[in-house]
């Protein structure tokens, strides 16, 4: 099985528009723009995805509908996709869906890094909002029973959209990896986003 795991868009703030709601944050206009271009290098791709699984909250779904609309596939919101998210419950989560061998799945931070931690055996990996990591999951589906196939950040897949400054590669399978320097994540890299090394995935104060 192969699966994406994409973090949500850029999302307004809590204030009156969401209620002062986490779960009714809205994407901002910049990150619809963004996640519109970032949806266009997903299909550029080739991927292949048969199904989008999404959290329930606001700026997810509108993430993946975007997504969903560029690569003509179902989404679906899942109540067990909200923050909180760990390997164990992903893994039950794509168990449910035994037709589709492609999957992408669109959460929050840390969950994706920390999935991503247990799938792949170690090796955090860096999600900025709008990232897309690929990991191709053997069976039995477990934890640890991942490999890592390529990860984007996001404004590698806005490049690979098409615009002429694009640096990225694709290989034969439409996999690949963002190589621009400027932009490119180490694996080692912090799950909050920044580029601090670490040993261990330890989660932000907050969710998002």
Do not use: W
């Not at 999935?115 to 170690?122: I, S, T």
């Not at 690929?134 to 196939?149: F, I, K, N, Q």
Request: aromatic letters at 2%; proline letters at 7%; one cysteine or more.
């Amino acid at each position: 099985m192969i699966i994406g795991l994409l973090r949500h868009a850029i999302a307004e703030d809590p204030g009156e528009a969401n209620d002062f709601s986490d779960d009714r944050r809205a994407l901002t206009d910049d990150g619809r723009r963004k996640m519109q271009r970032a949806a266009e290098g997903i299909r550029a791709l080739n991927l292949g995805f048969e199904l989008i699984l999404t959290s329930p909250l606001t700026r997810c779904v509108q993430t993946a509908q975007i997504v969903a609309h560029e690569l003509d596939c179902p989404a679906q919101a899942v109540e067990r996709l909200r923050p909180g998210l760990d390997a164990e419950r992903l893994i039950d989560v794509l168990l449910d869906a035994p037709d589709a061998n492609r999957v992408l799945i669109c959460g929050h931070q840390p969950d994706m890094s920390e999935v991503a931690y247990d799938l792949l055996r170690g090796g955090n990996l860096a999600f900025k909002k709008g990232a897309l990591a690929v990991v191709e999951l053997s069976a039995p589906l477990r934890a640890g029973a991942g490999t890592l196939l390529a990860h984007y950040p996001p404004a590698a897949l806005r490049r690979m959209a098409g615009s002429p400054e694009s640096d990225d590669t694709v290989d034969e399978r439409g996999l690949g990896v963002a190589v621009q320097a400027d932009e490119q994540q180490q694996v080692a890299a912090d799950p909050s986003g920044d580029d601090t090394p670490r040993e261990s995935p330890e989660p932000p104060a907050i969710q998002d």
